[in-house]
């Protein structure tokens, strides 16, 4: 595990050089930034630090940077530092989560003070989901991607198995599975967890500006390039590039980041010298990449070189028996985000999530258990299909079918603690089975699950 350091936004440069140097001298390290963007990228499940925000700032300011650093763990500490002596605004970011919130003026001696405090705390929590981990509880790739299906335990084996390497991986999925939660989770456990992430979206990406935004360029390089600057893959150097959706990549720009992957070297726009690249790449897609090469828009021997190791993250529809624990785990993560009391999900609105469709997977089970967190309706008609209606005779004949084959999985197919278990004779024991086409010998599925 990387040393603790505070990570210092502030986007006025005198105020920000001379905090970080009066915190240096209380034996801190601190890292500065202009901007909150780039501090994300620094932002994981096992930093150990802390971060200092000024509140008011250009572009991203304090407010949004601490709720998108606890969509990513909402243990990091994160303290505001303001100068408006707003009240108001300090009461919303404590509901919000912040660790302290500190006023304009104050002395280095007070935010060191906080500071330290803030990395006690940071520490002990670490410590503590390590202690988890050696326990035998849920470790770290558990909590964040919950589930007890096969598919779900062979993910994170694999997860596990490839994160400690520096393999080029690629991570395929539907929209909204949590393909960038996997990356992230890769670079976690990887050598690389304390260097950055730099998540590049290669369908946003400016098509006049490509190469510049990935290789960067030198002063002169093209008309308004007045001075010389790193592009991402440069900016990376040590951690990890995550290129998501990268079957959108350009075709032309496939060629050249072929030989990225390849040479590990860039050269800039405007230089002929090239620069070493020590990164591992990340890329995630929705679309059959092969279809794609099929197709003519994607490089077979991009995909080739690329996916050395290849990650599958299921869809919600692949691991049906994983949505009642997992909206209930989402529930509890939304009433601690939204700094509201624990939530009492009724068991029948368990059942009817579980039994609807969810095209948009986590995400929106996600957003679900935001709505039903605030007060809202968590089943919209317009985000997801209600499943198709069944006679009540239908639904209890599903639902009895349901029961019979968990107990008969959970006695391994003997038949006389299941029928004692449930009351019932023998022979009608026989008959049900009959009916419903169940054998002691035959394992339990998704279809078989009850809530």
Known sequence: MSEPRVLLVDDEEEMRHSTAQALGLFGLDVDTFSSAENVLELIGYSFSGVVVSDIRMHGMDGMTL????REVDAEIPVILVTGHGDVQL????????????I?????????????????DRRSLVLENRRLRAVAGKRDDIEARLPGRTQVMVELRYRLRAIGATDADTLIIGETGVGKEVVARALHDISARADRPLIAINCA?????LIESELF?????????????????????????????????MPFDLQAKFLRVLQERVITRLGSNEPVPLDVRFIATSKVDLEAEVAAGRFRADLLYRLNVATLHVPSLAQ???????????LVREAAARYMRNDIDVPPELVTEIAERTWPGNVRELRNAADRLVLGLDPKPEETSAPAERQRLADKVAAYERGIIANALAAHGGSLRPVYEQLGISRKTLYEKMQRYGLDKKMPITDDDYVV
């Open 103 to 119: 006023e304009k003026p104050f002395t280095a001696q007070h935010l060191a003070a906080i500071a330290r405090r803030a990395m």
């Open 216 to 248: 960067g360029h030198e002063a002169g390089a093209f008309p308004g390039a007045l001075r010389p600057r790193y592009g991402k893959f440069e900016h990376g150097r040590g951690g990890t590039i995550l290129l998501d959706e990268i079957g959108s």
């Open 319 to 329: 691991r049906k028996a994983d949505i009642p624990l997992l909206f209930l785990q």
């Open 204 to 208: 946003a990406l400016p098509e006049n």
């Open 66 to 69: 601490l709720q998108r650093i």
């Open 90 to 101: 300090a009461v919303k970011a404590m509901r919000e989560g912040v660790y302290d919130f």
